[in-house]
């Protein structure tokens, strides 16, 4: 279900609308429908609560359609799942934004955007909307090795990563994974005092000394303002 | 315990991904006068080949994949000596590295146990593989195929760099070249120059077998 950043949320589409598929722009919105004046934002659920905290802060009249964040895990799943909620979103909404990185798609989202005629957020991964993209590439190119996370992968670390790579049923795998990362840098956009002890707890399970890296979401916000003025 | 049952136990043991077991029905297996290589073509590989099978299917899942994988490994490494003594010959010699610039290691692992569960002989140079360090290998190891493993964008022109290398080194028609990793795909093989492409571990083994059997047509036709 959408999360909207206004009261209009009761006119939202029912999760069949979401699901239709057609081809691309075939339909306008009806001018008597409040979401013709609204913006839809599919959304990657591992940034969507950013998303729509910004755009409730900017007053922006953005809807926010979150999918799953652990499509992230199977991201060859990602543009086909994102073509699957366009074409109810398009019918309904005046605008639609896609707001995902490329995020291991490779190339893959930008095909089915450039498609429909609709915009992305810019980067390859979430990382490089909270840091920048030249500050990752600088990290990587210093330490090859670096494990990222964001507030979004501390809070859900057991489930969105160690389960996901079997760790919970196969421990004695945590070194085929990880034994030539180095560090993990968590790019805080909320640095407070639980999510640090569980962020430290995430890198103590990894074997990997942690540095914090307090990022907020103004890059992000930066990157949005971009996508709703396409 | 039947020559029948550790042939079976060790099918069943792989598949699951029981390391311990699998030593132990290997060494039981040795005990009893069994080949090492009956060992190995009768249970291990048609173990694996079925992991890979079950992972083309969607049954299996990375995980699943490395823990038969450690499983496989513990054995190989106490069959590889004997293997090696009793004059079994691998079809091929595969020399693999993840490039330069990138550590991701899980994929390109995963063809390795492939590939010597299907009789390649593999060297591993492991992560971050400069191109020197690919053209001194290909001189000391003469290996028929060598695999160039990206996990990035950023990192899969290094492709084009290895390439690079081996054409000035004089070693480029030497070797198969391989390139895969998750980004990859054939056209940016084709781009680079590579002879070949797989998706997955699977395809790796099935394009390297035809790349290499291709090769050896052309020189036993003199080409």
């Known amino acids: ?230 | 315990m039947t020559r029948e049952e550790i042939l079976t136990g060790l099918y069943e043991q792989t598949l699951v991904g029981n390391g311990p077991e699998v030593l132990s029905l290997t060494e039981q297996g040795l005990g009893m006068g069994m080949e090492p290589s009956t060992l190995l073509f009768d249970a291990l590989i048609p173990s694996l080949e079925e992991v890979g099978a079950r992972f083309e299917r969607g049954d299996f899942f990375v995980p699943e994949m490395l823990i038969a994988g450690r499983a496989m490994a513990g054995a190989m490494e106490r069959l590889r000596p004997l293997l090696a003594d009793t004059g079994v010959e691998t079809i091929g010699k595969f020399l693999m590295g993840t490039v330069k610039g990138d550590v991701h290691d899980i994929g390109k692992n995963l063809v390795n146990i492939m590939l010597e569960g299907a009789g390649f002989e593999v060297i591993d140079l492991g992560v971050q593989v400069a191109p020197e360090k690919f053209v001194s290998a290909i001189e000391e190891h003469q290996p028929d195929i060598v695999g160039f493993s990206a996990f990035l964008t950023t990192t899969m022109p290094m492709f084009k760099a290895n390439i690079n290398a081996l054409e000035k080194a004089g070693l480029r028609d030497q070797v198969i070249v391989m390139v895969g990793g998750a980004p990859v795909t054939q056209e940016y093989a084709d781009a680079v120059g590579a002879d070949g492409y797989a998706a997955d571990a699977s395809a790796t083994v099935k394009r390297a077998k035809d790349l290499l059997a291709g090769k050896r047509a052309l020189v036993g036709a003199g080409a």
């Open chain 1, 1 to 230: 279900m959408p999360t909207s950043t206004t009261a209009s949320s009761s006119n939202s589409p029912s999760p069949a609308e979401d699901l239709s598929t057609q081809e691309p722009s075939t339909r306008e919105p009806s001018a008597q429908d409040p979401r013709a004046s609204r913006v839809a934002a599919l959304a990657c659920g591992a940034i969507a609560i950013h998303i729509a905290d910004i755009a409730r802060r900017r007053g922006w009249p953005v809807d926010i359609h979150p999918l799953p964040p652990l499509l992230h895990n199977h991201p060859h799943r990602i543009a086909p799942e994102v073509e699957a909620h366009l074409g109810g979103l398009a019918a309904a909404y005046g605008k639609v934004v896609v707001a995902y990185a490329d995020c291991g798609t490779y190339g893959a989202l930008d095909e089915v955007c450039d498609r429909w005629g609709i915009a992305r957020l810019q980067g390859l991964h979430c990382y490089d909307l909270f840091a920048g993209a030249e500050r990752i590439e600088e990290w990587l190119a210093d330490q090859p090795g670096t494990f990222f996370l964001t507030d979004f992968l501390v809070k859900s670390f057991d489930r969105t990563v160690w389960r996901e790579l079997g760790l919970d049923r196969y421990p004695e795998l945590r070194d085929d994974y990880f034994r030539h990362f180095t560090q993990v840098i968590w790019l805080a956009q909320d640095p407070a005092g639980e999510l640090r002890e569980e962020a430290e707890r995430v890198a103590a399970r990894l074997g990997l000394p942690l540095t914090v890296i307090s990022t907020g979401d103004g890059a992000l916000e930066s990157a949005l303002a971009l996508l709703l003025a396409c």
